[in-house]
């Protein structure tokens, strides 16, 4: 059973009224809504057992600049990202592996390339980067920068 | 005497040191019935302690560094380091990403390099009888 | 008493697999207890790569993610791009794209079961079906000049174009591979050696597929009724008529049957578009500079859903692009899909995911 985006969106901010969740439009078919870190758990439950959005594509973790932002892209017919902004300093999450047992990689690389962390989840072993990789985070805008100069 | 049988019969090693898959089916490639390199003596071999040639492909990222150098290390004397691809030829399109060393050149010593993203397999076959040649 | 326990390791180097990655299994006797794998091999950081290209050379960069499916890598970026930039691309360009994924999608399926039957040790299988798959990749050397690389599209359509010989051509070529892929799936259905190793094998039920957001044919073969090409179409899939195929048993052998049924509704699928071809311009002029903006692009690749998500801040080059792959959705599962599975069974639990590391490693 599908339900329309207007109606989940209702229903989150009914189910969470102290918080604004600010939504817009992204291309392509794509709705964003803007979620707390510290009650993103809560959020994605909610999408979970009441609107059947189990379907986490994957997380994008990006840097603009100003702090970091990580995307979280579920799909149901339509498409539906969480925005989770955090600052360069102590960026972390709870992980939602308890929930989604498979956002385990995406939570992984993201710690890896931009150094997020995810509570809870098992970050000892390296994932992408090799053996003899330094601690530089690859994603970060300052890694890349640096690359240019070199 | 040695070095015709050896040429006859050239077995070889495949690894992919970081590649896209592009050049690793057109290797695979050369076993299927429209190449059939098995009529020029080339079987394709699972271990390094039965191969001669070792076929590479990919750029060498770092990861693979050492398992590289340890396998090239089990094929026993004499042997031929043969690169298929851009990548493994200089990096191709990954040259300057961190995590990649460059070309094959860059960890062993190559012995033939077959340019082309991915290298055509009539290219391969070329390179393989041109290393029979230079064998005899 | 002394433990039965041991340490298999399976890669980087295999002659399973043909690309590096290393599985560790922890074996009792003949049964795998746990498995653990290290990736990273083939990892060319090419999201930071993208970074430090501009929009064109980031094509050529994201074909190269993986030699099997580019031609859908790229189709997804440059959906994105011309997203970003407001373009509607011409349709007979559309539809020409769609032909390039729908013949990738049955040389990719014909080369993974080829691949399954040589791990299995039935090489006859491998002969056959690369044969075969040979007719394909002559009709996508004639429309694009590459039989693996393609590199047919460019921001804003595509760079070559087919005229009606060409296309009767490509139709005549279609009809030699009717005999041979209709052989290879009553081979699938009825070969008693091929069933005996694959059923009952890797089992994973759609409750796991769910859990663990498992995309593609190893998804519908464990029952999730999903497939992008219907349940978010794009031009030219809302004019095209294909059945999903779906399956309930779970195991390798459903996966088998699965690719082997999507192979033959993409031949078909094949010969829609070209008879729809429409008439007009194969591309439409695009800006180098795109304007600020971020675009999440889906697709159905061969072996599932492929997400791209592209930041603009308004230069030539992308700001950010993510790229999220099929097979990490699967490789995720392997751990469990190998619990208790006995070594014999091990390449076929393997083959059974199609695994395309360079697609996960990036």
Known sequence: MTHSLETILEALQATFPALSLDTRAMLTDETVISVPGDVLTEVVGELIESFDFYHLTTITGLDTGEGLVLLYHFWNIHGLTLYVALPYTEARVPTLTELIPGVAMYEREIHEMLGVDFTGLETSAPFLLPDDWDDTLPLRKQAVESEDEV | MVNWARRKSLWVLHYNSGGCNGCDIEILDLLTPRYDVERLGILKEASPRHADVLLCTGPVTRQSRDRMRRIYAQIPAPKWVVVIGSCGSSGGVFQGAPSVMGGVDQLLPVDMYVPGCPARPEAIIDAMAQLMEAIA | ??????????????????????????????????????????HRGIERLAQERSYVQTIHLVERVCGICSHVHATTYCQGVEALLGLEIPPRAQYLRALLCELERIHSHLLWLGVLGKNLGLDTIFMYAWRDREIVLDIMEDLSGGRVSHAINVIGGVRSDVDEAHCDEILRQLDLLTEPLARLVGLVEHERT???????????????????????????????????????????????????????????????????????????????????????????????????????SRAEAPRGELIYYIRSDGSEKPARLKIRTPTLTTLITLPEQLREVNMADVPAVLSGVDLCIACADR
């Open chain 3, 1 to 42: 008493m002394k433990s039965d326990k041991m340490i298999i390791p399976i890669g980087p180097q295999h002659p399973l697999l043909k690309e590096p990655i290393a599985f560790t299994l922890t074996v009792e006797g003949e049964r795998v207890m746990e498995a653990g794998m290290r990736m990273g091999y083939v």
């Open chain 3, 194 to 296: 091929l069933k005996a190793r694959t059923q009952n094998v890797g089992h994973l039920s759609l409750e796991q597929i769910r859990r663990y957001c498992v995309v593609g044919p190893v998804a519908r073969a464990s029952g999730l009724d999903v497939d992008l090409r219907r349940d978010m179409p794009k031009a030219p899939y809302t004019d095209l008529s294909f059945k999903v195929i779906t399956h309930t048993a779970g195991d390798v052998w459903a996966r088998t049957l699965v690719r082997m049924q999507e192979a033959v509704e993409s031949v078909r699928l094949c010969r829609e578009i070209l008879a729809q071809l429409p008439d007009g311009p194969i591309s439409v002029k695009a800006k180098r500079r795109v304007p600020p903006g971020e675009v999440v």
